[in-house]
């Protein structure tokens, strides 16, 4: 649902509600502030009868927002109830940013038709396009086969399905690392790992992330270069820089393997494939990858605060 007036939320969202309060049909709603606000003014008393999530729970690294809501859906599924989820990302356009985050988050979003479904509970996504510039809006679109309009709930006929909008994605060029890194190591054998784990350790502690945060890092960094070692051709080249609050991490072997477009956005009990780029992209915000002819490239993103929000909730773990 695409949001361009508070008088939108009324008209379209709000009687969907209604009817979910007045048939005790179980709800959870995860909008930012702003949405709350309107929505609980327009509903009035019904507002009690559902269930208000706290958005920044839900929205951390990209990937942890994803797999949050996955596992909130698979309980509610184990349980036998059908819980209708509203969600508003919490990611606003950043022109400036280092790096498109809402571009990466709509990769998880566009894979959630396939690995939410077998949970049988509706989701409905709002993107407000008040927020978000009108690129954005139309791949919102793009990844989403309805839409609720004010002619009710419409097919899209835009739609593009996960695995070719992941294969689009993977297809951008990443962008060029800097000429100068803070970390450069060459890596030959898996014996070499201990050690570079202890320079990555000590680089990220360096730039002031907690022991927990640190941890984690060098956890998907180390998982990444093994990938590399195992399944691509050594030597594998480890660089690390950081800008502004972000640390980069880039790791690139010789193989020119392709990565399956959706490599690591399915859980290990979901997907038939390893675990090293699931890790990955639970730890890091966002998660580049690319194939060229005699390289494949895997690079990740550790902002300082969303690293640190909710650090020491166990489902961060």
Not at 80 to 108: C, F, K, Q
Not at 168 to 189: I, N
Request: hydrophobic share 40%; charged share 20%.
């Amino acid at each position: 649902m695409i949001i361009d007036s508070d008088d939108t939320l009324d008209r379209l969202l709000v009687p969907v509600l209604r009817g979910h309060a007045a048939r005790g049909e179980p709800v959870l709603i995860v909008v930012s502030p702003a949405t709350e606000s309107v929505l609980r003014a327009r509903l009035g008393s019904d507002a009690e009868a559902l269930t208000w999530g706290d958005s920044s729970a839900f929205y951390q690294r990209l990937g942890f927002a994803y797999e949050a809501f996955r596992r909130f859906l698979r309980q509610q599924h184990a349980e036998g109830r059908s819980v209708h989820v509203i969600a508003e990302p919490d990611i606003p356009t950043d022109l400036d940013a280092p790096i498109d985050r809402v571009a990466a988050y709509l990769s998880y979003e566009s894979i959630c038709n396939d690995t939410y479904a077998e949970y049988n509970c509706p989701v409905t996504c709002l993107w407000d396009s008040r927020r978000h510039p009108t690129l954005v809006i139309e791949g919102v679109r793009s990844i989403h086969d309805h839409e609720l309009t004010d002619r009710g709930v419409q097919a899209n006929n835009t739609f593009v399905p996960a695995h070719a909008y992941l294969s689009g994605r993977s297809q951008v060029t990443m962008p060029p690392a800097p000429p100068a890194t803070d970390v450069d190591l060459t890596l030959s054998a898996l014996t070499e790992l201990e050690p570079a784990r202890t320079v990555v350790t000590d680089w990220a502690t360096g730039h002031g992330f907690s022991a927990r945060a640190t941890g984690q890092i060098t956890v998907a960094v180390n998982e990444v270069v093994t990938n590399g070692l195992q399944h691509g051709l050594p030597p594998v080249r480890l660089r690390a820089w950081h800008h502004d609050g972000i640390l980069v991490v880039q790791v690139d072997d010789r193989g020119a393997r392709p990565i399956a477009p959706d490599a690591g956005y399915r859980s290990p009990a979901q997907a038939s494939t390893g675990t090293g780029l699931w890790l990955a992209r639970q730890f890091a915000d966002i998660v580049l990858t690319q194939t060229d002819p005699g390289r494949t490239a895997v690079r990740l993103y550790f902002p300082h605060a969303l690293t640190h929000r909710n650090l020491d909730d166990p489902a961060a773990a």
